[in-house]
Structure formats: C-alpha cells, structure tokens
C-alpha cells in the first residue's frame, strides 16, 4: 500500500506539473495584438479605478528595472532589462555582435533573426521590455557608443532596424527604441544641447526613430539625455507631442533615459509617459500642487496612463506569464545566430597579395599578440555589455581551427626575450589584435581617435619582425591606422563581434567563410578630415545657464554646453561625395576572397513625380568560389532648387552567388527616395527635373549609372 501511495503521489504530481506547463505553453502569447475598441475600454477602465496619487505613482520605475504595481486593479509589475546585443541585466546571456556589426551585414534578414533570438532570450528571463535597439546616426568616430547603434546613415539604419523590432516584438517582448533623438556623443551627455536646423533633424536623424515607429511598430521609445536646440528630449514638446505622437501617429510608451527627467511638470505636459528607473520628477510632491493650481491637466496624466496600459494589454501581460518555458536561458540555437551575425559582418579592407586567406595545410606556426586577442573583447561598456557564458577568443578561436600540430605563439604584446621574438619572426602568420574595449570606449564618455597607447608601436614591431602580419581592429567605427597601414598586407575589422567573435575571425582568415561584411561608416584617414570634427565640440561663449529645480526641490542651475551642427546634411559619406574627396575607406566598403560585377541596369527613362520607381540590374560573381555581394542603390538630385548631397543611399540588396552565378535584383523606389525636407513648408517635397540613378558596390564605386526624368 506504502509503494501504491507513492506511485499515487508521483502520478498526481506529474500530472499537476504537466497542467502547469502545457497552461504555460498555451499561455506563451508571440506577437502583440492590434489595438481595438475592448482594449481601449479596458485601459480606461483601468485608470478610472485610481485615485490622483495612484495615477501619479505609476508615472515612474521602481527598483531600477520594473514598472510599478497596483494590485487592486489586477496590474502586476513587469520587467526591463538592458539590452542592444544582449539581455544584459539578469546574468550571463547570449552576447551578439554589436549594433555596428549588425548594420556591416547589410542583411535585414539578419536584423530579423537576431530581434527573435533576443525576444528568446528575454522571455526565458521573464523580461518584458527590452531597452533596445540604439539607432543614433554615428556622426563622428569619436562617441563613445556608436558600437550600440548601427551606421552614418539614415536609410540604412532605418531599414535595419524596422525587422529587428519585428522580430524581437513577435516574441512577446517590447522593443524600446533609443535614445530619442541627436544623441550623437557621450561627452557631457547630461549638460549638452544638440542645436540643428529642422531640415537636417528630418533628413539624417529622426529617419531611423520614423522607420521603428511607423513601418516597425515599436510600442516604447527611449528619450535621450540630451538637450535639443535648448529643451531636453524628456521634455521637448516639438520631439515628443508634435513629431512622435502627432506626426507618427505613435501610441506606445515614451519613458525617459535612467535619470534623464528634469523638471517633472515640464515633462507630464511635453509626453514623457514613464520615468525611470523611478519618479524622481514626476511624483506627487511636484505633480499634486501642478494639478491643484492648474499647471498640469489630470486629463494629461490619464492619458499618460491609458498608453502605458494600452501597450501592456495588447501583449497580454496581465493574463498570462511572461517565462516562457520553451525557450533556453542557455541556448545553443542562439550560439548560432550569433556565430552568423559574427561572420555577416566582419569586414575585410586591405589584402594587398592576397595573403588571405591562409592555408590551414600550409601553417606549421602561427604567432598571436596584441591586447585584443585574449580574453575575449565582446562588446564595448555600458548597459549594452552582456556577460556571455563562454565567450571565443581569437587566440582560441585561431587555435582550435587549426587543432593540436600548430605551434600557437600567444603573448600580449611584443616579447622581450629574443627567443620569443624569434617565434614571432618566423611563424607562418602573424594576428595582431588592437583596438578598444569595454574600458576604453564605452557609455558615458568618448574615445579617441586614436588607438590606446602602445598599440601603434606593438603593430609596427610586429610588421618589422614578419611580413605576414594581420591586423584585426576591435571597435564601434574607425580608428587611427596611419602609422602602420602601408606596413602590413592585411586589415580586418571586426567590430565587437561577440561570444562567437573568435570563431568568426578563425573562419575568414583561413577561407571557411568569405569576408562579406561592408563598411556602416566613412572610415577616416585622420579625426582631423572628419566633417563633424570642427563642429563636435561647443563653444564656451555659446554656453547658457539653465535654471530649475533639483529632485530636492531647491533650485538649481546648470551650465548648458551647445553643440551646433554646421556639418548639416554633410555627414560621412554625403560629405566626401559631394567634396569630391575620399576618406580611407568608403561608406559600404568591404573585400571578398571572390569578384562581382555589375551589368544590365534597367529603369525607366521617365516617371511622374511621386510615382514608385522599379530600379533592375544584374549581380554575377566572377571569381572562383561563393560569396555575397552588396549591391548598392544611390540617387543624386542635380536639379534640386536647394543644396543636396551629391548622392545618398536609397536602396540595397545582399544577394549570394556561387562563382560564374547571376542574379538579377529589382529594387523599389518611392516618393521619399527623390524628397527633401521643405523646411519654409514643413514637408517632404521632390523637384521635378533630373535624377540620376547610380549602383556599385559602396558609395564611390558606382559603375551603373541611368539618368530619370521626374515630371
């Protein structure tokens, strides 16, 4: 009977445990749903249920990464998490490449894959925000977080990040796109004012947050720390009320940056929804008397609150868990995505005799150096850092591709004793990875141009000693290479790659896998030609003081630095187009161990102003093994009634080719393809006249050229 008992209790249990996990599984919703009418009436019903006090405190976080909770209306907390390449907040994780890496892809299929793998992994931390993606234009090499963004221009980043939010969002997660808007460097991020003209704003960077909203229907944006032409972003009402959720119609969450809120009256009257991590601001002790006296509607913080529920209950967090337990906190199908986004982006930009790739057959001895090659430099710092359970070196991703018959020489930097430089002197190879790190470029402050010290020094020694000397660069953008670039044969940037950046880096040097990353960003010769570089920093006469209240409630001034924008539309590439001169490298630059050509380009002569454009061409991969070509779409304006940039990207396509394969690649152009921003008249305008329709392989080698009339 004891032994019956127990089978008896066993059965009950698995079968208890069973009906938890299958309601579970039937509970684990994916994509959010439509808004609707019953939703609406809910959120209403919602807020009607609370009193002023409670209506206020739900306006800011609590305990750093959570919403708050009122139990009496069935509305539990939910959970945020850092993010950008990982779910960085809740331990280790899945580290992906950064968001620079992702926009070398050019691949949007890509941007999609990684979106759900980060949806995985947040749902298996019960995260329902995810503070990500970052999608600020990198205007200067200098910003301390351009690796978390994506690229220098607006339709790339657009395009890239619109799958992204669909793919993290069709797992149940919010995206919370950051950091709203011309948050451009991390310098005196709190106390700086990005000043600009509308025209540019519209043009360069409002594009990218437009895309997420409208085409990609994030349900959360991130305002930024930041001053715009004098009113921070929490409180900027052309930003927030007139832009986001006037123009684009935007019915999800705006919450602050950490800390970013400044006056709270200013902010609940200019959109700001949520504060965060906590009400600092926007709390009873400011908001009670502004209701009372008339300062602030309760109709205005009603709303605030309808869109916060409105945003929950579409994605069901309030009847249903957020743990999924179908997916892996550690996952190996993860490992993977991340291992491809690695090899999608790592650039090759100078193989002068073709050294790469190596022979694995051929190399008896291979030395690594350099203070990049070990431990492994996954990411930049920050909030972005995700912590990977086991992260590939290069040195141990070179080391285990070649196996156990390599001699493998490891040091930091140069050794000292002349046996060891010796082993350097005539190993087969020679990878030396230099660069920046989670120490040295990271949130909060800026980098330099230039590379840490000794690095230059320990890159020469290295050539001088061997002739086959690799460069590998880790970093968000360029970096200073004029000291030693004409004195070795290789260059490969790779970014921060990841936990599987080792892995990668071993694949392309020894010809597993065919470079076919391309340059996100202008890669400057020197900080000195970059066009931002005089307009990067204020100056001290033009600083203003900003008076207001501290969270104390006393007063409290600060001196405001202005940083006026006078490279205007001439940012990276636009720039060197349309001065006719050349960067190091260009915008959409990258190698292959194969050759593509282009051919066949077909458009139509004329169209009527407004009208979609079909843009057709051929793609053949004329070397001898597989690769992947991006085909690049650019359109001049020569007729323009007002100043353009000589050509700007519309349009790509990454296509895959077996060697003597073509494809033929159509590509769409709409109305806003041809528009600039009318500033007297506050719209998207195209002037009728001549365009001219150019295609190539990054924005200076354009061999496809077709002229367009628009009437």
């Given at each position: 009977m004891k032994n019956l008992s127990k089978v008896s209790c066993l059965w009950h249990f698995s079968l208890v445990f069973v009906c938890i996990?299958?309601?579970?599984?039937?509970?684990?919703?994916?994509?959010?749903?439509?808004?609707?009418?019953?939703?609406?009436?809910?959120?209403?019903?919602?807020?009607?249920?609370?009193?002023?006090?409670?209506?206020?405190?739900?306006?800011?976080?609590?305990?750093?990464?959570?919403?708050?909770?009122?139990?009496a209306i069935g509305l539990p907390r939910f959970k945020m998490s850092d993010a950008s390449v990982g779910v960085r907040t809740w331990g280790p994780t899945t580290a992906y490449a950064s968001g620079v890496s992702l926009a070398a892809t050019w691949d949007p299929?890509?941007?999609?894959?990684?979106?759900?793998?980060?949806?995985?992994?947040?749902?298996?931390?019960?995260?329902?925000?995810?503070?990500?993606?970052?999608?600020?234009?990198?205007?200067?090499?200098?910003?301390?977080?351009?690796?978390?963004?994506?690229s220098e221009d607006p339709f790339l980043n657009a395009t890239m990040v619109v799958p992204y939010v669909e793919g993290l969002q069709s797992q149940g997660v919010i995206a919370t796109v950051k950091h709203y808007?011309?948050?451009?460097?991390?310098?005196?991020?709190?106390?700086?004012?990005?000043?600009?003209?509308?025209?540019?704003?519209?043009?360069?960077?409002?594009?990218?947050?437009?895309?997420?909203?409208?085409?990609?229907?994030?349900?959360?944006?991130?305002?930024?720390?930041?001053?715009?032409?004098?009113?921070?972003?929490?409180?900027?009402?052309?930003?927030?009320?007139?832009?986001?959720?006037?123009?684009?119609?935007?019915?999800?969450?705006?919450?602050?940056?950490?800390?970013?809120?400044?006056?709270?009256?200013?902010?609940?009257?200019?959109?700001?929804?949520?504060?965060?991590?906590?009400?600092?601001?926007?709390?009873?002790?400011?908001?009670?008397?502004?209701?009372?006296?008339?300062?602030?509607?309760?109709?205005?913080?009603?709303?605030?609150?309808?869109?916060?529920?409105?945003?929950?209950?579409?994605?069901?967090?309030?009847?249903?868990?957020?743990f999924d337990p179908t997916d892996s906190t550690y996952s190996v199908a993860d490992r993977a995505v991340a291992l491809q986004e690695a090899l999608e982006s790592i650039t090759l930009l100078k193989n002068e005799g073709h050294l790469l790739p190596l022979d694995a057959a051929k190399v008896k001895s291979i030395a690594i150096i350099g203070p990049n090659v070990y431990p492994a430099v996954t990411g930049g710092g920050g909030s972005s850092q995700a912590h990977p359970f086991e992260p590939v070196s290069i040195l141990t991703g070179i080391a285990n591709l070649l196996g156990p018959d390599v001699h493998v020489f490891w040091s930091a930097a140069m050794p000292d004793d002349p046996e060891q430089k010796n082993a350097v002197a005539h190993a087969d190879a020679v990878v030396v990875a230099v660069g920046f790190d989670a120490k040295t470029e990271r949130e909060g402050s800026d980098r330099t141009f230039t590379l840490p010290p000794g690095q230059d020094a320990l890159v020469e020694e290295a050539a001088a000693a061997n002739p086959h000397t690799i460069v590998i660069l880790t970093g968000g953008v360029g970096m200073d290479t004029s000291r030693w670039l004409d004195k070795v044969p290789v260059l490969l940037h790779a970014y921060y790659p990841g936990q599987e950046g080792g892995t990668a880096v071993a694949q392309i040097l020894f010809g597993q896998h065919?470079?076919?990353?391309?340059?996100?960003?202008?890669?400057?010769?020197?900080?000195?030609?970059?066009?931002?570089?005089?307009?990067?920093?204020?100056?001290?006469?033009?600083?203003?003081?900003?008076?207001?209240?501290?969270?104390?409630?006393?007063?409290?001034?600060?001196?405001?630095?202005h940083i006026h924008y006078g490279d205007k539309l001439m940012v990276g590439y636009r720039y060197w187009t349309t001065t006719g001169k050349h960067p190091l490298y260009p915008f959409g630059?990258?190698?292959?161990?194969?050759?593509?050509?282009?051919?066949?380009?077909?458009?139509?002569?004329?169209?009527?102003?407004?009208?979609?454009?079909?843009?057709?061409?051929?793609?053949?991969?004329?070397?001898?093994?597989?690769?992947?070509?991006?085909?690049?779409?650019?359109?001049?304006?020569?007729?323009?009634?007002?100043?353009?940039?000589?050509?700007?990207?519309?349009?790509?396509?990454?296509?895959?080719?077996?060697?003597?394969?073509?494809?033929?690649?159509?590509?769409?152009l709409d109305a806003r393809a041809f528009s600039y921003w009318d500033e007297p008249a506050h719209k998207w305008t195209i002037d009728p006249g001549k365009f001219v329709i150019r295609v190539g392989d990054s924005s200076e080698n354009t061999p496809l050229e077709r002229n367009l009339e628009l009437h």
């Open positions: 996990w299958s309601g579970c599984l039937a509970a684990a919703a994916q994509a959010p749903v439509p808004d609707s009418p019953s939703i609406e009436a809910q959120a209403h019903a919602m807020v009607a249920k609370l009193t002023l006090e409670q209506k206020i405190e739900l306006l800011g976080g609590i305990d750093n990464m959570f919403t708050r909770a009122i139990p299929g890509m941007a999609r894959k990684i979106g759900e793998a980060l949806g995985h992994d947040a749902r298996a931390r019960n995260v329902n925000f995810l503070l990500g993606p970052g999608v600020n234009i990198a205007r200067s090499p200098l910003c301390g977080r351009n690796f978390e963004y994506l808007d011309l948050n451009n460097q991390e310098y005196n991020r709190h106390n700086a004012s990005s000043d600009v003209d509308e025209r540019t704003m519209r043009e360069i960077y409002l594009p990218s947050f437009e895309a997420a909203v409208i085409k990609g229907h994030a349900d959360a944006v991130m305002d930024s720390y930041n001053q715009v032409n004098g009113v921070h972003s929490t409180q900027n009402d052309f930003l927030n009320l007139k832009v986001l959720k006037g123009e684009w119609g935007f019915q999800g969450i705006l919450m602050s940056d950490w800390d970013a809120t400044y006056d709270g009256v200013a902010a609940v009257n200019n959109g700001l929804d949520l504060e965060m991590p906590s009400p600092k601001f926007m709390n009873a002790r400011n908001l009670l008397p502004a209701v009372k006296n008339g300062e602030v509607k309760e109709s205005t913080i009603d709303e605030h609150l309808v869109r916060i529920f409105r945003t929950e209950l579409r994605y069901g967090f309030t009847t249903r868990p957020q065919d470079p076919e990353g391309k340059l996100p960003v202008s890669f400057d010769r020197s900080w000195d030609e970059d066009p931002s570089s005089k307009w990067y920093y204020g100056d001290p006469k033009d600083n203003t003081v900003l008076h207001t209240i501290g969270e104390d409630g006393q007063p409290k001034d600060y001196t405001i630095e630059f990258g190698l292959s161990y194969t050759t593509f050509s282009f051919s066949n380009l077909q458009a139509p002569a004329e169209a009527a102003s407004g009208a979609t454009v079909a843009v057709g061409f051929d793609v053949t991969n004329t070397g001898s093994v597989a690769g992947a070509e991006v085909a690049q779409l650019y359109v001049s304006d020569p007729s323009a009634k007002v100043d353009r940039p000589e050509r700007e990207l519309k349009g790509f396509a990454k296509v895959r080719l077996a060697p003597g394969e073509t494809q033929h690649v159509t590509l769409s």
